[in-house]
């Protein structure tokens, strides 16, 4: 069996992505692969017998500007991390590097750690970073692809990250470095959860011959379906504008179905106050949930919501619905409608469509058998198409390829 190092900014369920990760080394793990995490320190994160040379988190927001500029560079290209990672790598002598979310934190620097020994790297993209510095594809709320050719540049011209001319500067540079300074060509696959990213990318000029399409998954052993059980509609995610919240809290002001919102996020003050000047008592927040809250609120509910109006990659929140018998009803953009079967497994709807997202709420919701109907068809097609063992085994096969 390989001996393969798993890079990512979090050693933590910090989100989507960490899941994924985390899932990937339980898999394999199990399978007889040794396995090495690598992350930045945390509090939070899991223990690790190399969690001595994990670089220190760096938050780049709460820095006074006399610092800003040497965190800046580290954002771009961390010297100090990639020593770090050297360390780990001359010490484990592993056969394989799979990386995560390693932009921002970690960096690109540890690429270079990895090449310099001969080692094999594999990267998995969660979101669109490659092809948008500030990695959503989003101006101002509005779908924006300008750079999706190389024309960084526009992402310090819009201000696109955070608003914030600094961090949107700095994202610019860090996606000129990485392209002109040739980050990228060590980098065997580059694995992605969803066609429509793959697509995406394959545009800004990563060769396709690199880009693997290898869709998320979910161990179905760890779920109980339970079909047609209708307490409340579910929406489970961040706070944010471009997940659509405001479009569904319009939608249910005219569909007043219970509404359960889990997540947290910079939109939240102002959701509830949306909530509460039009006296939507059917709608309640329930804040950041984990472990066994979210799985009791994943398991009765109704269905699942993902209003998004921005391109969504593979959200793991559809699958996990799936696997508990749970259709859903989600926009029409980005990866969603790869896995979101028009009423076979739940319902598209145009994003940013008030009046759509609430003819589908009030369907699924009165439609009891449709519902049940659709939730048995849900958790087939994520056994079919999406379980542990498929994943692993092409993992596997991805690792064996690269290695001999």
């Known amino acids: 069996m390989s001996r393969i190092v798993f890079a990512n900014n979090y050693y933590y369920p910090r989100g989507g992505s960490e899941r994924v990760m985390l899932d990937e080394m339980r898999w394999l793990g199990a399978r007889g692969h040794d396995i090495i995490p690598f992350a930045r320190q945390h509090e939070r994160n899991q223990p690790s017998p190399f969690g001595e040379f994990f670089p220190p988190m760096v938050d780049f927001g709460e820095l006074g500007y006399i610092h800003k500029p040497r965190a800046a560079l580290d954002i771009i290209y961390s010297r100090s991390t990639k020593a770090s990672f050297a360390a780990v790598l001359d010490q ?13 934190g970690l960096t690109y620097s540890i690429i270079d750690a990895a090449r310099e020994r001969s080692i094999p790297f594999v990267l998995t993209l969660h979101d669109l970073k490659l092809a948008c510095p500030s990695y959503l594809m989003l101006n101002r709320g509005a779908i924006c ?16 990250h955070k608003d914030s001319m600094l961090a949107s500067l700095v994202n610019m540079v ?14 065997s ?3 992605c959860p969803s066609q429509f990213l793959l697509d995406k990318i394959a545009v800004s000029g990563v060769p396709r011959t690199k880009l693997v399409h290898l869709p998320n998954a979910v161990n179905t052993r760890d779920y109980q379906p339970s079909f047609g059980k209708n307490d409340y509609a579910l929406y489970a995610g961040r706070l944010s504008r471009e997940k659509g919240l405001l479009t569904l809290l319009e939608a249910s002001k005219d569909v007043p179905i219970p509404l359960r ?5 910079p939109l939240e003050a102002l959701c509830k106050g949306y909530v509460e000047r039009s006296g939507m008592q059917h709608v309640t927040f329930e804040g950041y949930c984990h472990g066994d809250q979210l799985k009791d609120l994943f398991r009765n509910a109704a269905f699942l919501i993902i209003p998004s109006e921005s391109y969504e990659n593979a959200p ?3 699958l996990e619905a799936y696997a508990y018998g749970k259709p859903v009803i989600g926009s029409d953009l980005g990866g969603t409608p790869e896995l979101v079967s028009n009423n076979q497994t739940g319902m598209l709807v145009p994003a940013g469509d008030v009046r ?3 003819e589908a709420m009030a369907t699924l919701w009165h439609n009891h058998k449709l519902l049940e109907d ?5 958790r087939a097609r994520v056994e079919a198409d999406f379980s542990s063992e498929r994943h692993a085994d092409r993992l596997s096969e991805i690792y064996r390829n690269l290695i001999h």
Not at 92 to 104: K, L, Q, S, T
Not at 145 to 160: K, P
Not at 261 to 265: C, F, N, P, R
Not at 374 to 378: D, H
């Open 189 to 191: 696959s580059f694995l």
């Open 316 to 318: 793991m929140s559809i």
């Open 356 to 358: 759509a997202l609430a």
């Open 145 to 160: 692809e300008r750079c999706g050719r190389g024309a960084f540049w526009n992402c310090a011209l819009q201000r696109c």
């Open 261 to 265: 919102i889990a997540g947290t996020g």
């Open 374 to 378: 659709m939730g048995r068809a849900a």
């Open 92 to 104: 484990c002598r592993c056969d394989m590097v799979h990386g995560h979310n390693i932009y921002g």
């Open 174 to 187: 860090e996606a000129y470095f990485n392209k002109t300074s040739g980050k990228y060509d060590w980098i």
